[in-house]
């Protein structure tokens, strides 16, 4: 068998192929752009994060947005979607452009193209929170949740190109830290946002008056959009590409290959039942210690800041002594949090619960998502990404859900039990886990040679 850096010679493609123009770039798969332009590109794609963490706080998912619906409706089930909206937007469809970034040279253009469109649904909510006093309620909820499921599927979309560009002109010796700082920052700017626009809203006597953050988002957006545009990628060569009938024996061709990988998936889902206590955590001692809004606000705050200082410190560990290692700080966190909250016995307790929760949280998305960027080669990338966030979705949405039926059927306690167990069975599959890294044998080429 011929070495996959150098393919045979074919005079046709084989079955599930199709040749590759005489015109793709003329470089070596293994790109420099990350060693040429690294710092530069570490520095624009900071600028680019910053600015979008400051939008995501004019316009929170989590604080703004559902106070803006509020006034239309008081369905829990609708407000509660909001930022479900936007986590499942974000993780389902990256499978889908994983086929079209395996035939592209550079992922730049493709990236810009996807991510305006991702912006744009700011620029509409400012526009329906200042018509909404002309329109219906109804129609203001429609074209509200409208918007919102655009900018989740048009982010999902943008995140696979924009992720495999990052992992070609970020070092990979400073990806933990790019994104531990990118992270950081994006948090810090967020509360910032978020601070601003409720001071903003705080007298608030209509809904138009919402348009203001809203707007503020939109400028935040396109500011980190002129940032992102700086990038500079260089082509890197495509082999030959996979015709779509044969993309599905691709993806199989990954899961059977790479079990370290599909042990990695396993461990992001178990993650994600691992830290669902959180969800729980601010009702729970509410209603059993009395807690006020106030000291429940500062819970979330602590939540809040702790990240700010865990991204980069999780992405500085990640890159010096490997991402097995900050996962496991993740998880044995939750671990330790959702203990404290099942015995806590005055509210005090909470704080350092929602503390470990906010490391947790960093681990569980900032950490793996620079970790995924570690598995395969450049070729295969695309698909690794996609396939990690999109099987990564349903246990998104289930855990929740099946935290939220335990706590309403057996008490909040016996829903902390259930996090617990799967907070052990993580932290136990990390263990077995291996460091990724190193340099991959490419299979999408590989299977060229089958």
Partial sequence: MNHPENPPQILAPPEGREAVSAHAPD?????????????????????????????????????????????????????????????????????????????????????????????????GLALIAWLAPQISTRWVLIITYALLIWQGLAGGLAANPWQSMIAKVIPASRQGTFFGLQGGLANALSGLGA?????????????????????????????????????????????????????????????RRDRDFMLFVLVRNLLQFSLLGLNFYAIYVALTFQASLLEIGLMNGIFAVVQIFANPLLG????????????????????LSTLIALGGRQTSWFYLSFGLAGVANVAMWTVVIA??????????????????????????????????????????????????IFGLIALLTIYLLHEPGGKAKPILRARRLV
């Fill in 316 to 335: 500085i560990i990640s890159d010096r002594f490997g991402f097995r290692l900050s996962l496991m700080l993740g998880a044995f966190s939750a671990l």
């Fill in 27 to 123: 470089h070596d798969h293994t790109v420099d752009t990350a060693d040429e332009h690294g710092a530069f590109n570490f520095f624009v794609n900071l600028a680019d994060g910053s600015f979008f963490g400051l939008a995501l706080g004019f316009a929170s998912f989590v604080t703004i947005i559902p106070l803006f619906v509020g006034n239309f409706t008081t369905s829990a089930v609708l407000i509660g979607l909001i930022p479900a909206i936007h986590t499942l937007g974000w993780q389902l469809p990256q499978i889908i452009t994983a086929h079209r970034l395996s035939r592209m040279g550079e992922f730049k253009s493709f990236l810009l193209r996807i991510t305006f469109l991702e912006r744009l649904p700011f620029l």
């Fill in 195 to 255: 601070i601003i626009a409720g001071a903003m809203l705080v007298q608030a006597t209509e809904t138009r008056q919402y348009a203001l953050p809203f707007s503020l988002a939109f400028v935040a957006m396109m500011a980190s959009f002129f940032f992102l545009s700086l990038t500079k990628e260089k082509p890197h060569l495509v082999n030959y590409r996979l015709h779509q009938n044969g993309y599905i024996r691709y993806l199989l061709d990954i899961a």
């Fill in 371 to 420: 970790m995924t960027l570690k598995f395969g080669a450049l070729e295969d990338r695309p698909a690794y990404i996609g396939l990690s966030h999109t099987l990564t979705a349903p246990s998104t949405l289930l855990a929740p859900l099946l935290g939220g039926w335990i706590a309403d059927t057996r008490g909040y306690s016996a829903t902390f039990v259930f996090t617990l």
